[in-house]
């Protein structure tokens, strides 16, 4: 029997990586990204930053707001992509 995989080979869960992003229309519905699906990560800043580095892309694919999330725990947002 193989021992499992080490943590550099297999997809971190949830409990590893609590925070993400929900991405919002202007009324506040879901938005499908695919490109940007399923992001989580460790931390809030790690949350942050990549919002900062791809918020151009998120509103080109038609997402108005963001909405910070740590498991279920809404933290805060929505927040406009738009000045």
Known sequence: MLPGQPPTFRQPNAAER???????????????APEHADQRFASQADAESWVGEVYADLAEAGVDAVTLFEHERQVYGPMSLHA
Do not use: K, M, S
């Open 18 to 32: 609590p925070w993400w992003w929900r991405l919002e229309d202007a009324n506040g519905a879901t938005v499908e």
